[in-house]
């Protein structure tokens, strides 16, 4: 994989994100978790390029998250859907899925990604915020997404590198 400049990124955000889906992953290179996610953002904030995630209190994932400065997002091509999927039905404290997956694990700046992924964010924890259920304006959000009440954690991430595949 290679480098690149954020600014150079030419894929669509919402297909990336919400129809491609990606892996966000956490940890080093002793114990590392991931898992599939279809919610969240790319964009500038606090005048850097930075990813959203949100990640439910019961994710294995979110664990590695809250206890690691960084995180990635890997991106796949369509070939690699059974593998997401996968990784959005197990959880890593029940098996080792990362090793069932067949995916390959390396480690940029000892934050783990895929090599298989097509594109690669490598994020520094910037904001953690557990949403609220106070603050929602459309609460129909709640009784859709939130039956449980168990509301998502927001993390914005710095993004510091942004990996291709040659």
Not at 44 to 51: E, I, M
Not at 92 to 118: C, N, Q, V
Not at 138 to 153: G, L
Request: aromatic fraction near 14%; include cysteine.
């Amino acid at each position: 994989m290679r480098e690149i400049n954020a600014g150079e990124i030419d894929r669509n955000v919402f297909d990336l994100i919400g129809s491609d889906w990606m892996l966000v992953a956490a940890g080093d290179e002793r114990r590392a978790n991931a898992m599939t996610a279809s919610w969240g953002g790319l964009g500038v904030v606090w005048g850097r390029p930075a990813a959203t995630i949100y990640l439910r209190p019961q994710r294995y994932t979110k664990e590695f998250v809250d206890v690691q400065s960084t995180f990635s997002l890997s991106f796949f091509g369509e070939g690699y859907r059974d593998a997401l999927k996968y990784f959005g039905s197990v959880s890593g404290r029940d098996e080792e899925k990362i090793a069932k997956s067949g995916l390959s694990t390396a480690f940029a700046d000892g934050t783990p990604y895929f090599t298989e992924a097509s594109l690669v964010f490598v994020c520094r924890k910037a904001y953690a915020q557990p949403l609220e259920e106070g603050c929602f304006v459309d609460n129909q959000a709640i009784s859709a997404w939130y039956p449980q009440k168990d509301f998502h954690t927001l993390y914005i991430g710095s993004i510091e590198k942004v990996l291709v595949q040659d």
